[in-house]
């Protein structure tokens, strides 16, 4: 808890609680000034008190010494003291009682003496009036009476009690001011010395506290600077690299340049190769065009003889079926001849030209039996023949679908070899257009590059600036746990 | 095949054929005549060498395999019928050519001992014509007598 402390909390907490045992001693020192100030003023008060009362005591004993010069001596002279005394008693007496207003006791022993001196007062003159105008005799019996005196007596007795407890409360307050003044002396005192210890303390508190923190925080510090210089020594290193391999980049870079120009040129002259070869393929294409329609009139022609051959050949078969009727009826006719040499036979000598003819007549039928079998075998080969012509001209039929269907291949590839050559020729000005940017953004990219390793200049100085300061910073990191630490310092 | 001599006698003339490999003769005056085949209806429990009944000339004649009767197997293809007289009766033989007439008496032996009982009692001579057996066939005695 204490270590999340910041530093002016704790030297908050460590000067504010001697502040406020100072601020204790400052209350209670002003509250004591203040009581015997009080006291002060109670102890005038009360000698002040007893100052009137001696005052009305005195002019009472005024009073009644003028009146006994007076009548025994007749002069008027005497009757100086009487008269003030008459002048001023009542004054005198009106101030004692504002100074008793605050206390009940001491106001009834005043109504007392008030009436008393002022009943004196009255009185002394009576014996005056007398020896004014009785004479001595007169008035010295009226003294002797003794009236005056007892009042006197007791005006005595009444000043003394008040003037005596009056002392005691002086007496009082003297004491109160000693134990007071007694008291402030020891809180001020160990007040004073508490304030001290305290403040001792915390100052030591807080200064091992700080001294802890800050030479943690100075060790880091110390830390942070070395790794600071060696960042920096790294980074003025890494800016020196930096700035040969911009160089290095730039070079390259107006090699690519010059060599993105080159291949534009020679994506240019693959334009117009593109381009002829379009040219060429098209009429290729056309050509190939040409000779399909050619193999189709061939392979219609073909197709004619097809029909040719295969109408020959169903010729053939018709004569196939003349000449087996004719081979039938040869056959018949060798039956009919051998029952007409059996039927001659049986009619014995009449029978024998019959015979003749009858075996001429199946000479002849064998002759044209042996007839049908030459012409069916011609038949055959023609038959034969017209089939090997029509397998021959089927063949060149399929042949001629296969050299149509290829020329279709042909003319569907000269057409793909027309587009891939327009692809081409697209792609290759394409590829113009897109190295000319390249070698647009390959400038650009130069003048950047050249920028970077101004830049770079511009880091190297800074890291080199950055080093000294990082190194101004460790030996100020240094100077700083010194002055926190002596002793590791040292 | 020599055929047709004005002097040749007419009680000489032979029909010549072929069946089942064999060249066989028949003499004319036992021929009534030779035709393409016709049908033939089946006879149950006939001879073997009986192919079946043919109508011919409105008149039902057994059909006799001539192979069969000469070789023991069945001749697979008859091109021709060929009516003969058996005694008093006609019979059709199934062949397979009808090669002709021929006018010369046919030479020939009788079967020796070794194939007389061999060969069926029908053939009545044995010869040899162009390196090929030649065979005589009396045709009283191709059916039995019933």
């Known amino acids: ?490 | 095949m020599q055929t047709g001599s004005m002097k040749t006698p007419a009680e000489r003339l032979s029909l010549v054929i072929r069946a089942g490999g064999w060249l066989c003769a028949i003499p004319v005056q036992d021929v009534v005549e030779t035709m393409r085949p016709l049908p033939i209806e089946p006879v149950r429990e006939a001879p073997p060498f009986v192919r079946g009944v043919s109508v011919i000339r409105g008149e039902p004649l057994p059909v006799v395999d001539l192979g069969f009767l000469l070789r023991g197997t069945e001749t697979a293809d008859a091109r021709r019928f060929v009516t003969v007289r058996t005694g008093n009766r006609r019979v059709a033989l199934a062949v397979d050519e009808v090669v002709g007439v021929s006018r010369e008496e046919p030479a020939g032996k009788s079967a020796p001992p070794l194939l007389a009982e061999a060969i069926a009692v029908h053939v009545e001579r044995l010869a040899a014509l162009d390196a090929q057996a030649f065979a005589v066939l009396n045709t009283a005695r191709l059916l039995p007598v019933t």
């Open chain 1, 1 to 490: 808890m204490r270590r999340s402390w910041t530093i002016g909390q704790q030297l908050a907490v460590g000067f504010g609680l001697p502040i406020l045992l100072i601020i204790g001693l400052g209350l209670f020192s002003f509250r004591t000034s203040h009581q015997q100030v009080d006291t002060a003023r109670r102890v005038a008060h009360t000698h002040e008190v007893i100052a009137d009362i001696v005052d009305v005591l005195s002019l009472v004993k005024d009073a009644e010494t003028g009146q006994r010069g007076f009548i025994i001596s007749g002069a008027d002279e005497f009757l100086t003291p009487y008269r003030t005394a008459v002048d001023h008693v009542n004054r005198e007496l009106t101030e004692l009682g504002l100074l008793y207003a605050s206390s009940p006791r001491q106001q009834a022993r005043f109504e007392v003496l008030q009436g008393l001196v002022r009943e004196q007062v009255l009185k002394l003159g009576d014996p005056i009036a007398v020896r004014q105008r009785d004479g001595l005799e007169v008035a010295a019996k009226l003294v002797a009476i003794g009236e005056g005196k007892r009042r006197m007596d007791e005006i005595r007795r009444i000043t003394r009690e008040m003037i005596d407890e009056e002392r005691a409360a002086l007496a009082e307050r003297a004491t109160e001011a000693e134990q007071a003044a007694a008291w402030h002396s020891n809180v001020v005192g160990f007040g004073t010395v508490g304030t001290i210890v305290l403040a001792l303390l915390a100052a030591t508190v807080v200064m091992r506290t700080l001294d802890r923190q800050i030479g943690s925080s100075v060790q880091s510090l110390q830390s942070a600077s070395s790794e600071l210089q060696a960042a920096a020594t790294q980074q003025a290193r890494g800016a020196k690299g930096q700035v040969s391999s911009s160089v290095e980049a730039s070079a390259t870079m107006r090699e690519l340049v010059a060599t993105a120009r080159q291949i534009a040129e020679s994506a240019q002259r693959v334009t117009l190769v593109a381009t002829d070869n379009a040219t060429a393929a098209r009429a290729g294409e056309q050509t190939v065009v040409a000779a399909r329609t050619a193999i189709e009139t061939v392979k219609q022609q073909v197709d004619r003889i097809v029909g040719h051959m295969l109408e020959l050949g169903r010729r053939s078969q018709d004569i196939g079926a003349i000449v087996d009727l004719i081979n039938e009826l040869s056959e018949q006719t060798n039956i009919l001849a051998i029952n007409a040499t059996i039927e001659a036979a049986g009619a014995g000598d009449a029978g024998r030209r019959f015979a003749v003819i009858a075996d001429e007549i199946r000479r002849l039928a064998d002759r044209v039996g042996g007839s049908t079998k030459d012409i069916r075998s011609l038949i055959e080969e023609v038959r034969g023949a017209a089939n090997t012509s029509v397998m021959a001209t089927e063949d060149g039929a399929k042949a001629a679908d296969a050299c149509a269907r290829q020329f279709v291949e042909m003319s569907v590839s000269f057409s793909r070899i027309a587009g891939s050559v327009e692809s081409t020729a697209d792609a290759s000005r394409e590829i113009e257009l897109s190295t000319r940017q390249q070698s647009t953004a390959v400038e650009q990219a130069s003048t950047a590059i050249a920028e970077v390793a101004q830049t770079a200049r511009e880091t190297d100085a800074s890291a080199a600036q950055m080093l000294e300061t990082a190194v101004q910073l460790t030996s100020l990191a240094r100077q700083l746990a010194a002055l926190i630490r002596r002793e590791t310092a040292a």
